[in-house]
């Protein structure tokens, strides 16, 4: 069975920076492609940044520049470096894997994803 584990969320001001883990365990099929979600409240679950095992990676235009995402394979933890907040970007932050590898195009969409971790908070205040 699949599990993700987040860690590392908190509270920050403006310009600060986190480090977000997901510790994931299970089926070796995890990785073909993991991702980092976000959910303020009142909004749609969105896709962060993604990254396939051959590396490849895709951050959502608001993040970019400012987010990276990064994995371990030998550790199976999946990481992802927060830089330059923002108050927008306060949200519960969701680690997710897939059990494939999607077209680029696809890599941030919520329906390419099939496990889910129950999520670590940032906030960010001004």
């Known amino acids: 069975q699949v599990q993700l584990v987040e860690s590392g969320g908190g509270s920050v001001q403006a310009g600060g920076s986190l480090r977000l883990s997901c510790a994931a365990s299970g089926y070796t099929y995890i990785n073909y492609q993991l991702g980092w979600f976000r959910q303020a409240p009142g909004k749609e679950r969105e896709g962060v940044a993604a990254i396939n095992n051959f590396g490849r990676t895709k951050y959502a235009d608001p993040v970019k520049g400012r987010f990276t995402i990064s994995r371990d394979s030998a550790k199976n933890t999946l990481y992802l470096q927060l830089n330059s907040l923002e108050p927008e970007d306060t949200a519960m932050y969701y680690c997710?894997?897939?059990?494939?590898?999607?077209?680029?195009?696809?890599?941030?969409?919520?329906?390419?994803?099939?496990?889910w971790g129950q999520g670590t908070q940032v906030t960010v205040s001004s």
């Open positions: 997710a894997a897939a059990g494939k590898r999607s077209l680029e195009a696809l890599m941030l969409l919520r329906s390419e994803y099939s496990h």
